[in-house]
């Protein structure tokens, strides 16, 4: 029993330090005895506990800025090979970046571009094609017509040479 007759145990207890920082018992009544030893396991056990938080959270640390960077590094890279192919000239060639962040908003973007350059390229082809078949039978119908005139017909270049004449004047 406590000293004042009450059955109601202690729930504190101080402790002090001696002039070299050794942790000492201090006896509050007769009912409360701590031991040294035990503290000292408590204070390796939470000392341990403690370690192995912060190994625990150094290494979820490391995985998540691995993860968050490959995240990252990842679609840009895509990106980028996109913009190198674009550029020698592979209009086909897409950045294929499926995310919804700014990334995903900038390949979105590139890509749309790429389409319409593409298009775009693709048109003009057709018309320089069309365009060179029209000149080439312009051209082989004015030859056709040089060539059955009676009169002499010479053609020279701009460096003042012959370049062509029809039969009559051969």
Not at 88 to 108: I, K, M, P, Q, W
Not at 122 to 145: N, P
């Amino acid at each position: 029993k406590h000293p004042t007759g009450s059955e109601k145990p202690l729930q504190t207890a101080w402790l002090k330090a001696d002039d070299a920082g050794n942790t000492i018992d201090a006896a509050v009544t007769s009912y409360i005895d701590i031991h040294l030893d035990e503290i000292s396991v408590f204070k390796a056990s939470a000392r341990n506990g403690f370690i192995a938080a912060v190994v625990f959270l150094s290494l979820g640390g490391v995985f998540m800025t691995y993860r968050i960077g490959k995240s990252i590094s990842t679609p840009v890279g895509q990106l980028v090979s996109a913009a190198k192919a674009f550029e020698l000239g592979d209009f086909n060639h897409r950045a294929d970046v499926d995310s919804r962040n700014e990334l995903g908003v900038v390949s979105t973007a590139f890509n749309a571009m790429a389409k319409q350059v593409q298009a775009f390229n693709q048109t003009l082809e057709d018309r320089v094609r069309s365009r060179t078949r029209e000149l080439e039978e312009s051209r082989s119908r004015m030859e056709a017509i040089i060539q059955r005139i009676m009169d002499g017909i010479v053609i020279f270049n701009a460096k003042g040479e012959i370049d062509s004449c029809n039969p009559a004047a051969a």
